[in-house]
């Protein structure tokens, strides 16, 4: 039966620089395979949409716009996302990876977490929403 | 103003928020004086319908769903599904894939005991002890996050296999943690079971005899403690553990003490385990194909969970979502043991004992009671089940 | 002039102001220490200001079924008993603004006084938490009491006075602890059940009882309260430091010995776990009031065979 027996860890500590790392001073290197922010590369894309059917959180929505010419926009929540990649791996055409530095996700407002992934025309025609109905051509009387 | 009367009796309420309590349970102790005389608990404060919500998501959208019961036995619960899942579509994962599915699994008992450890130190009052396994706990997250990517709800399990492999650098890494770990530990068991003012908090209280043990029904090292040898690892082993066999740890002292001790002690057979999975570790792929459909049927699956048994039934009917997902998890077995033991001892030894089973709230929220004097029937329908409702709630304004 | 030296005394210095200053800095001190023995950063240096701060801007909530007036009182009881006291107690290395004969026992008393009003603090409340927490801060009162004040009797003995500024004056330059080691212990486990420091921190255990007897405290109640522990820390350092460790002349010396002490209790405070209220019970009417005895006697018997 001994009395104090953290005397010797609690002597060397006195001594010893704090082990909190005190951020955000002093950053850790990040490893390499932590799962940060989605990223998609949209070339091998073939619009199968496994990636959206098996999120668990509904963070994906690859929308479709021409499906022959593989012309598709990929609509990720960021703030919905739980970085649990299975995406990654669903994928058959290797079009997802996650940003292994992509980790200090804070921001101010709900729209920076919309993140659409496509080319510039494509984003913006989805964007742009479904045509207001009087901008059809007009019936001819 | 309260009147005092010759044998008054305190109810000292513990939960539902309370600081001994990490996680929402509501208990209440009649106390007299210093010592308690009754004890009776209500769980279902962390109740989230997981069970409900895994019917309406896909089979590979489930294994994230129910690694978030716990987030200390997260990856384990992912484990006992995915190997439900693959019973009922006949898929057996590549043996490489199996032995990183139970290294992971051996790494989180590691973190889930050293965390224990902290927090039991600290019901004690013994914050010095606290602070530091949970610095050294920090080893083993950084190794878990390098090897799986995220410090908690690693996310390894794929149906059909796992995501990540294990090179040989991550080996180095591991090795070299495990070995500082080991250190540490030595110097752990050494304090727990030489310091003179830590054993009188935990030596001869919460005595729970072997008898008590097998008649409670007790899993995992709560049972182990009192000499009861129950471990699905070694009683019917899954995955690898037939590759890799585990020695059963057992201790005879019945008390907290000796649940401090076989926690220590399982610590030191994961070591040991994890060194001979990462020499030994098969070739091959890291998946097998998994059909999206699974054919219907059921399955059991029977895992160990840093807590004790973790048993979980899976229902299929030929589409590509489950029908039922039953989950029973260790805790739940292991609260009535402290109900009960609570009696006799003082109030001041009651947190200890409640940690002492390693009560994880978040798993067992699942509580089913069972009214057999007014229906004799074992099922409701929902119409009764309000019916019932709206008279409990009425009847207790 | 001489009311306001008084008011000085009483307002400012040693007692008042400069002690309220001076006991959150001590706890902030204890704090550091303990963190820097645990291997982790503290709280930064204005953690118990910005803290008091807070509090003293929060509503005081009273509880039903509680007496207002002993709720409302008790905390300002407390803080006045804690910077009465001080008024004898050579704070901040100058000598002590008020001395008589006797005023040893005073000082013990207004201190006892403060954990008292913290005791019947937590009876006056129908919470089980306090309740409980305030049986445990009374017969912890009643167990430490006896010991801790025939161990600061010792030096009194051998200073041949009951008067504070006396026994200093005597003390100075003699290093007691080294000639009376069986009292100083006492004294020091003494002050840190006083003090209500681990491992003595059962009426307090915020793993079974919340908060103890002031559970039901907030606000402006709570503030004082803390204050009070502080500055009960403040006076019981510099007594023991005076008595054991060969006075405090000057304030330089003050401040060493003190942290010095400090450092000492944190050191206790990190490898030692909680004891039980029956342990710690057992453990001074056993041992504590034995080693004093103990020392006793063999002081009288020096001074007899001398």
């Known amino acids: 039966m001994k009395l104090a027996t953290m005397i010797g860890d609690v002597r060397t500590s006195f001594f010893r620089k704090p082990v909190t790392q005190r951020y955000p001073f002093e950053r850790r290197e990040t490893p390499e395979r932590l799962r940060g922010l989605l990223n998609w590369n949209g070339e091998n894309c073939s619009g199968c949409n496994i990636c959206s059917m098996d999120c668990p959180a509904k963070a994906i929505e690859v929308i479709v716009i021409d499906k022959k010419a593989k012309r598709f926009v990929m609509h990720y929540q960021a703030d919905r996302c739980t970085f649990c990649a299975q995406c990654v791996f669903s994928c058959n055409h290797d079009c997802i990876s996650l940003d292994s530095n992509g980790w200090e996700l804070a921001a101010l407002a709900r729209n920076a977490f919309a993140i659409y992934y496509g080319t510039e025309d494509d984003i913006k025609y989805v964007l742009a929403g479904p045509p207001a109905p009087d901008a059809e051509a007009p019936v001819e009387g | 103003m309260m009147e005092k009367t010759a044998n008054e009796q305190f109810t000292v309420p513990i939960g539902p928020q309370h600081p001994a309590l990490k996680e929402p349970g509501s208990f209440r102790f009649n106390v007299d004086g210093e010592v308690v005389t009754g004890a009776t608990v209500r769980l279902g404060y962390a109740h989230r319908g997981i069970e409900k919500a895994t019917e309406g998501r896909n089979f590979v959208q489930n294994i994230y769903l129910l690694e978030r019961i716990c987030g200390i036995c997260s990856d384990i619960h992912a484990t006992a599904y995915v190997l439900a899942v693959e019973q009922l579509a006949g898929v057996e994962a590549p043996p490489r894939a199996q032995a990183i599915r139970i290294l992971v699994a051996e790494l989180e008992r590691i973190h889930s005991h050293l965390l224990w450890v902290g927090v039991a130190a600290h019901e004690a009052g013994f914050d010095t002890l606290f602070m530091y396994s949970w610095r050294d706990r920090e080893t083993i997250m950084d190794i878990l996050e390098g090897l799986t990517g995220n410090r908690v709800n690693y996310s390894v399990n794929l149906l059909g296999g796992v995501k990540v492999d294990v090179d040989e650098q991550q080996k180095d890494t591991i090795l070299k943690g495990i070995e500082f770990l080991e250190e540490r530990t030595k110097h752990y068991l050494d304090v727990i079971t030489k310091d003179a003012m830590f054993l009188q908090r935990t030596r001869g209280v919460g005595i729970f005899t072997r008898t008590q043990a097998e008649v409670l029904g007790a899993v995992g090292p709560t049972a182990r403690a009192s000499d009861v040898a129950r471990d699905v690892r070694v009683e019917a082993p899954y995955g690898a553990y037939k590759d890799f066999p585990v020695n059963m740890i057992t201790e005879k002292g019945c008390d907290v003490e000796a649940r401090f001790v076989v926690r220590i002690r399982e610590l030191f057979e994961s070591y040991r385990l994890v060194r001979e999975i990462l020499n030994k570790l098969p070739e091959g792929e890291l998946t097998a194909r998994f059909p999206r459909r699974i054919k219907p049927g059921e399955a059991i699956s029977r895992v160990e969970a840093p807590r004790g048994e973790l048993f979980y039934f899976v229902k299929s009917n030929g589409t590509d979502k489950p029908e039922r997902v039953k989950v029973r998890t260790p805790t739940i077995c292991n609260m009535t043991s402290v109900v009960k033991l609570a009696v006799g001892h003082q109030l001041a030894d009651v947190p200890m004992i409640l940690v002492g089973i390693d009560p994880c709230f978040s798993c067992n929220d699942r509580a089913v009671s069972i009214d057999h004097h007014q229906h004799g029937r074992e099922d409701w329908s929902m119409e009764e089940l309000r019916e019932y409702g709206i008279r409990f709630y009425h009847g207790h304004t | ?306």
């Open chain 3, 1 to 306: 002039m001489d009311i306001l030296s008084d008011l000085f005394a009483i307002l400012i210095f040693p007692s008042g102001l400069f002690l309220l200053i001076a006991g959150l800095l001590y706890e902030w001190a204890d704090r550091k220490l303990l963190a820097q023995l645990q291997n982790r950063i503290g709280p930064r240096w204005f953690q118990p200001f910005a803290d008091v701060t807070k509090l003293l801007a929060k509503e005081e909530v009273i509880p039903t079924g509680v007496n207002p007036y002993l709720f409302v009182g008790l905390p300002i009881i407390a803080l006045a008993g804690g910077l009465t006291a001080a008024l004898y107690v050579p704070i901040g290395g100058v000598a002590p603004a008020y001395s008589f004969n006797g005023d040893l026992i005073v000082t013990l008393y207004l201190l006892s006084l403060l954990t008292l009003c913290m005791g019947l603090a937590g009876s006056n409340t129908m919470d089980r938490f306090s309740l409980v927490g305030a049986t445990r801060t009374l017969t912890q009162l009643f167990s430490y009491e006896a010991p801790f004040l025939l161990a600061l009797l010792g030096p009194a003995i051998v200073a041949g006075s009951w008067q504070i500024s006396q026994i200093t004056n005597y003390t100075n330059g003699h290093w007691l602890v080294l000639t009376q080691p069986l009292g100083f212990i006492v004294v020091l486990i003494g002050l840190m059940g006083k003090l209500e420091l681990p491992p003595f921190d059962a009426p307090e255990a915020e793993t079974e009882i919340v908060a103890g007897a002031l559970t039901e405290y907030s606000g402006r109640g709570l503030a004082m309260f803390r204050l009070g522990k502080g500055i009960e820390m403040v006076i019981g350092l510099t007594l023991v430091a005076a008595f054991y460790l060969g006075g405090v002349s000057n304030p330089l010396w003050f401040l060493v010995k003190t942290l010095g002490l400090l450092l000492v209790v944190a050191i206790l405070q990190a490898v030692l776990a909680r004891l039980r209220i029956d342990q710690t019970v057992g453990m001074w009417w056993r041992y504590g009031a034995l080693l004093v005895l103990i020392q006793w006697l063999f002081m009288i018997g020096m001074r007899v065979a001398i």
